[in-house]
């Protein structure tokens, strides 16, 4: 691996320097240096006059270093966790970790000011902006109108948003189409883990007490959340992967690659 010090491979895609990466992650540029000395975070990029450039997938780790961390997680924990993913992971791997991580969490709020908001952005933020955060259900407006009402847990997703050249209402109708099916995929399988712990004759009293039904109910739910998430993730990752092939006119499956065994 190579070390801060002798990276130096092109850097047109890595941007951020290191005040703004932490400024983005909502964390100190102390806190961005420990967690390259400790591994956490791969080596910057060395530009002009050895400045270093960080990346899209710097933001998206330290993101998902913070949601581990909202979880109790240690540092050293989050170290073994971190080293178990691929190295190469892209940006758009590591949200979907972060996604995963935070889909198990306790619901959670808290409020921010119109400068930390714009801190996270990178950049000042509209009342466009602000309205299409607000449409996302990432904030939410309070009496002071440069204080908001965030989820921390949508923020990061929020703010990529933003950068997306897309018109609000057509994130909205996929917000909308998302919502959904997620919400019937939701409805049948909760109706499917009810019949399983309960069984089908729960309506008519002859099944476990309600002290053993909402014990049962919390167990499956325990054991059972993170791995829905987890299959209903690969399965859309499939499917949307399956519908940009049609896109680019690759709608045939590709034939898988045979080693070539020749001598």
Do not use: C
């Amino acid at each position: 691996m190579a070390t801060p010090d002798t990276a130096t491979t092109d850097t047109e895609e890595l941007t951020l320097t290191v005040d703004e990466l932490a400024a983005r992650a909502g964390v100190t540029v102390r806190t961005v240096r420990f967690y390259g000395t400790r591994g956490l975070l791969p080596p910057p990029v060395l530009g002009p006059r050895r400045v270093g450039h960080y990346g899209p997938e710097h933001l998206s780790r330290l993101a998902l270093i913070e949601e581990l961390q909202h979880h109790g997680l240690t540092l050293s924990a989050i170290e073994r966790y971190l080293r178990q993913l691929p190295p190469d992971l892209s940006a758009d791997d590591l949200a979907i970790h972060r996604a995963l991580v935070t889909s198990w969490a306790p619901d959670a709020s808290e409020e921010a000011s119109r400068e930390q908001l714009a801190r996270r952005a990178g950049r000042a933020l509209s009342e466009e902006d602000i309205d299409r955060l607000a449409a996302l259900n990432v904030l939410e407006r309070t009496d002071d109108p440069d204080v908001f009402r965030i989820d921390p847990g949508v923020l990061h997703l929020g703010m990529r948003l933003l950068e997306v050249p897309i018109a609000l209402e057509t994130i909205l109708a996929a917000h909308t189409v998302v919502l959904q099916h997620t919400r019937s995929a939701a409805r049948e399988l909760s109706r499917l883990f009810r019949d399983e712990v309960w069984g089908p004759d729960h309506e008519g009293g002859s099944g476990p007490s309600g002290a053993e039904r909402v014990k049962a109910k919390k167990s499956l739910s325990a054991h059972m959340q993170p791995l829905v998430v987890q299959a209903l993730v690969i399965a859309f990752q499939r499917s949307m992967k399956s519908e940009l092939r049609g896109w680019y006119g690759q709608d045939e499956p590709q034939a898988p690659s045979v080693p070539d065994v020749s001598p």
